[in-house]
């Protein structure tokens, strides 16, 4: 089991602030903050790092558990970067955004995939221990 409370913790931190920040961006009053938007993506990179460090040990189970928060957090990244896109000031934040969108998409599909899914499916299971017993070390080259 993986460190599920960590993960819960990091998740909904960065749903807080990426919230907190796209309201103030639509906001008319808004003034650019470029220091929140900077911990909020270091926040995002550190989940991004955790998530992969744990990845071998996260469960069915854990997934449960912070699944939906993860989806609910790549949807807000995702509308805060739509609003974030409409202000020229921002500008330099967005592609560092999309991508840490990106690399969160790709790792909750992983882990669905790979450490939810693929347990259960015999067929996966079958092939991929064919292939654990191949030495690659003695293919031609």
């Known amino acids: 089991m ?6 819960s ?8 602030l990426s919230y907190d920040r796209r309201l103030r961006i ?7 903050k ?13 989940l991004s790092d955790h998530l992969h460090d744990e990845f071998a040990t996260i469960t ?10 993860l989806k609910i957090v790549i949807s807000t990244l995702k509308d805060l970067r739509r609003a974030s ?3 020229a000031e921002l500008k330099p934040y967005n ?4 991508q840490q969108i990106t690399d969160l998409e790709e790792l909750d599909h992983d882990i669905k995939v790979f450490r939810v899914d693929a347990p259960q ?21």
């Open 2 to 7: 993986c460190q599920t409370q960590v993960i």
């Open 34 to 46: 470029r220091g929140e938007l900077t911990r909020l993506l270091h926040e995002v990179d550190k």
């Open 121 to 141: 499916n015999k067929e996966l299971q079958t092939t991929m221990s064919m292939l654990s017993g191949l030495d690659f070390t003695k293919l031609p080259k």
């Open 60 to 69: 069915e189970e854990d997934y449960r558990m912070f699944g939906p928060e």
């Open 26 to 32: 639509v906001s008319p009053l808004f003034v650019e």
């Open 9 to 16: 913790r990091h998740i909904g931190r960065i749903g807080r």
């Open 95 to 98: 592609d560092r955004m999309r």
């Open 85 to 87: 896109l409409t202000r």
